[in-house]
């Protein structure tokens, strides 16, 4: 199969999906997966069954038993769909989460009605990324179709919280050996980082819940107590004057967007302090207390020039500073979670199919970009081991967790053209 051939019978047919390609996309989008706390993970896993298996795709549902916010309420559920070609090759493998955050408030659509109004498609998902996950669909259907004696395999997946870390998704299914090189060799996630844009990786990420202690005392005699909340102004003072001066002159040479995002940042996710806060119906008057307790989450954002234990070390070291120095001063730290950094090259099989893919389509060289989060790349390259991994896929990358959230339609058919070439270019006989 030649790139020509490809391109002559690829492309138009997916423009003639057109239509196909919006009922998906609004299907996908009715149904209201949201994460937390994990709604509809079964639904939507077994509309993707019914919608895979008569198109010769063999369909395996798995539950991530056991991992954080799995339960019968809620539980962990996935699709993998695996097609088989003619010959033997290497495995191309379409990753998209199944999990929308919370609607929020200020739409003028419905969130979850899928509603398609001048070219574009709104609702909660549609860009991050359902509208990824239906272009992938379409894509491989075209491709398998016209060109069924392809060598390899085409993989489509449909994986759990990816919104709040993917431990009952991707992670899951890499421990379990699903994203192991010896059975999958090139991965995309459609993730919405625009249809010219490669996106080879992500910073790294370090979560961090800091305590600070202190004595209970009556409100009218808090010199007979000790303020946690105190020493915690204390913590945020130290890192104003110290922490975010320092990161703020670190860059990266990861070409991360948007711009802003290629230096070092720490993000104060919550803080609380004091009494806990009252039932919403409670109309009664605080207690007059010193606060014993303040409790702060941090979230860390690093680049791939820093390392895990470096970023840890310098809030630790800041907190023992002011140990030394700030008489009653203690605290505990307790890490949430981390993942390192990654990138994939730019000469990765899978890069350099998709840019030759978006030149054919769109007539332009891609910008090549790591994006300011992470998403599953992270366990796909950290515990399955394939690093020949991307982020590409329709719809803009602002717009997600947005209201008005919306994906275009021809962005999603030129993407879906590019991901067709690219099954053209890593599925033939001699790849």
Same mark, same amino acid.
């Given at each position: 199969?030649?790139?020509?051939?490809?391109?002559?019978?690829?492309?138009?047919?997916?423009? +003639? $999906? @057109?239509?196909?390609?919006?009922?998906?996309?609004?299907? &996908? %989008? /009715?149904?209201?997966?949201?994460?937390?706390?994990? *709604?509809?993970?079964?639904?939507?896993?077994?509309?993707? +069954? $019914? @919608?895979?298996?008569?198109?010769?795709?063999?369909?395996? &549902? %798995? /539950?991530?038993?056991?991992?954080?916010?799995?339960? *019968?309420?809620?539980?962990?559920?996935?699709?993998?769909?695996? $097609?088989?070609?003619?010959?033997?090759?290497?495995?191309?493998?379409?990753?998209?989460?199944?999990?929308?955050?919370?609607?929020?408030?200020?739409?003028?659509?419905?969130?979850?009605?899928?509603?398609?109004?001048?070219?574009?498609?709104?609702?909660?998902?549609?860009?991050?990324?359902?509208?990824?996950?239906?272009?992938?669909?379409?894509?491989?259907?075209?491709?398998?179709?016209?060109?069924?004696?392809?060598?390899?395999?085409?993989?489509?997946?449909?994986?759990?919280?990816?919104?709040?870390?993917?431990?009952?998704?991707?992670?899951?299914?890499?421990?379990?050996?699903?994203?192991?090189?010896?059975?999958?060799?090139?991965?995309?996630?459609?993730?919405?980082?625009?249809?010219?844009?490669?996106?080879?990786?992500?910073?790294?990420?370090?979560?961090?819940?800091?305590?600070?202690?202190?004595?209970?005392?009556?409100?009218?005699?808090?010199?007979?107590?000790?303020?946690?909340?105190?020493?915690?102004?204390?913590?945020?003072?130290?890192?104003?004057?110290?922490?975010?001066?320092?990161?703020?002159?670190?860059?990266?040479?990861?070409?991360?967007?948007?711009?802003?995002?290629?230096?070092?940042?720490?993000?104060?996710?919550?803080?609380?302090?004091?009494?806990?806060?009252?039932?919403?119906?409670?109309?009664?008057?605080?207690?007059?207390?010193?606060?014993?307790?303040?409790?702060?989450?941090?979230?860390?954002?690093?680049?791939?020039?820093?390392?895990?234990?470096?970023?840890?070390?310098?809030?630790?070291?800041?907190?023992?500073?002011?140990?030394?120095?700030?008489?009653?001063?203690?605290?505990?730290?307790?890490?949430?979670?981390?993942?390192?950094?990654?990138?994939?090259?730019?000469?990765?099989?899978?890069?350099?199919?998709?840019?030759?893919?978006?030149?054919?389509?769109?007539?332009?060289?891609?910008?090549?970009?790591?994006?300011?989060?992470?998403?599953?790349?992270?366990?796909?390259?950290?515990?399955?081991?394939?690093?020949?991994?991307?982020?590409?896929?329709?719809?803009?990358?602002?717009?997600?967790?947005?209201?008005?959230?919306?994906?275009?339609?021809?962005?999603?058919?030129?993407?879906?053209?590019?991901?067709?070439?690219?099954?053209?270019?890593?599925?033939?006989?001699?790849?």
């Amino acid at each position: 199969m030649t790139d020509y051939k490809a391109s002559v019978e690829l492309l138009p047919a997916i423009d +003639a $999906r @057109r239509e196909e390609l919006i009922a998906l996309t609004q299907d &996908l %989008i /009715r149904i209201p997966t949201v994460n937390p706390p994990g *709604d509809a993970y079964l639904e939507i896993c077994e509309y993707l +069954a $019914r @919608r895979l298996k008569p198109r010769g795709f063999h369909v395996e &549902l %798995i /539950r991530a038993e056991g991992t954080p916010g799995d339960s *019968d309420k809620y539980p962990r559920w996935n699709v993998i769909a695996r $097609r088989e070609g003619a010959h033997p090759g290497g495995c191309v493998h379409f990753n998209s989460h199944i999990d929308v955050v919370e609607t929020g408030s200020g739409w003028t659509f419905d969130p979850f009605g899928g509603e398609c109004r001048d070219g574009r498609i709104y609702g909660r998902g549609a860009c991050d990324m359902k509208g990824g996950l239906a272009t992938s669909i379409i894509a491989a259907e075209v491709f398998a179709d016209l060109f069924p004696d392809f060598a390899g395999a085409i993989e489509i997946s449909g994986t759990a919280d990816e919104e709040t870390g993917g431990y009952g998704g991707v992670a899951y299914l890499a421990e379990k050996g699903w994203f192991s090189p010896a059975r999958v060799q090139h991965v995309i996630i459609p993730e919405p980082l625009n249809k010219d844009r490669i996106c080879l990786g992500h910073r790294g990420v370090w979560w961090a819940e800091i305590e600070t202690h202190g004595r209970i005392a009556h409100g009218s005699m808090p010199f007979l107590g000790d303020s946690a909340i105190r020493h915690m102004g204390a913590v945020l003072a130290e890192m104003e004057a110290t922490l975010y001066p320092a990161l703020a002159s670190r860059h990266t040479s990861m070409p991360v967007v948007p711009p802003q995002a290629r230096q070092s940042t720490l993000n104060i996710n919550s803080l609380h302090g004091g009494l806990p806060e009252p039932e919403a119906d409670f109309t009664g008057f605080p207690s007059a207390v010193v606060a014993h307790s303040a409790r702060m989450v941090i979230d860390r954002r690093y680049l791939i020039e820093e390392t895990g234990e470096g970023v840890r070390r310098e809030v630790v070291d800041l907190l023992d500073k002011l140990k030394a120095e700030r008489p009653g001063f203690s605290y505990d730290i307790r890490e949430l979670w981390t993942v390192a950094p990654t990138m994939t090259a730019r000469d990765a099989p899978v890069v350099t199919a998709v840019s030759s893919a978006i030149t054919e389509v769109l007539g332009l060289s891609p910008e090549y970009v790591v994006s300011p989060g992470t998403y599953d790349q992270k366990h796909i390259d950290r515990i399955g081991r394939m690093h020949n991994c991307i982020a590409y896929g329709p719809g803009i990358l602002d717009l997600a967790h947005q209201p008005d959230e919306y994906v275009g339609v021809d962005d999603m058919l030129d993407a879906a053209k590019v991901m067709a070439l690219t099954l053209a270019t890593l599925l033939t006989a001699d790849s």
